[in-house]
DNA sequence: TTTGAAAAAAAAGCTGG
DNA sequence: CCAGCTTTTTTTTCAAA
């Protein structure tokens, strides 16, 4: 599967209809999704293929339920970077290569990024703060810890930046 | 697939194998698995499914290049719920039912949520916020724009619970 | 539970319209 | 974009270890 390069991709309304689709099922077959939104089972396999090739669809992960991994720990992090926003990214590039932290937002406000940690246990999640606070170009960070999970899923993330 | 409800389900060490090589993989392709961690395809399929039966796996979703979709926006929420922690989850189930929200997160410390909001554009960022800051047991939020996602890897949060 | 082989199903690839 | 047909790949089943 090769990245086309001279020809931008641009995902089309079909095309986030099949995603739709997908994310709603929680699979992609083919024949359901081509049932449920009334496309040719070609068109459909033509579509994602086409997805993929161009890397918008970038492989398909397993939904885990959470419940069954015991003693997980969830922490959220804001951070302050030490200079001008200017800086700001290559700090954030340093703390997404952090083993543990699977999120990095650069945002607006009084902190410059926050980060969403995930670890086995308190002595890993010892470690990653650890890490991060001794990040270059981190000046302060704060972590919160989260009690429980109410809610986390990563369908829904994408499916409401996609639908009308 | 109907779920064993006499019998609590536990994740074996071979199932961990397979999830973090389906994690790695991006896909569930049972020869690649196969091969990748040396048990059999039908070992792999067994397990799998066995999963799936106990909803550990609750599906499969896409990976989806958010570089594609124009115009997402991104925020999160820090909130103070107005009782006492007591009432709190009751709170968090009502925040988990807006739109735009796709997680929330109970949390120590100064606030009681952090929620994790995706909108199609501002206008549905304004009618998301406007929807919290509405909710019963909601005494104050304080909403952070996210300028640039530098990783969001939901792999990874699964993967740093997972491996040993 | 795990396995390898065999059967069934699904995906992928084509060609025309 | 589609329908149908062929080939290829993947999933599912199953008897035996």
């Not at 459909?44 to 993929?52: F, L, S």
């Not at 003693?71 to 952090?98: C, F, M, N, W």
């Amino acid at each position: 599967m090769k990245k086309k390069d001279n020809k931008k991709f641009e995902i089309s309304e079909l095309d986030k209809k099949i995603l739709t689709s997908v994310l709603d099922l929680k699979e992609s077959n083919l024949n359901l999704i081509s049932k449920k939104i009334k496309i040719s089972k070609s068109t459909v396999h033509n579509r994602i293929k086409r997805m993929k090739v161009n890397k918008l669809i970038d492989g398909f992960i397993p939904i885990i339920n959470i419940n069954f991994i015991q003693d997980q720990i969830t922490a959220i992090s804001l951070i302050k970077a030490k200079y001008g926003p200017e800086y700001a990214e290559d700090v954030g590039k340093r703390l997404a290569k952090i083993q543990g932290i699977w999120a990095v937002y650069f945002v607006l406000g009084s902190n410059d990024f926050i980060v969403l940690i995930r670890a086995k246990n308190k002595i890993e999640l010892e470690n990653i703060v650890n890490e991060l606070t001794k990040t270059e170009g981190v000046e302060r960070s704060e972590t919160i810890m989260v009690i429980k999970i109410l809610k986390e899923d990563f369908s829904d993330a994408y499916k409401f930046m996609i639908n009308d």
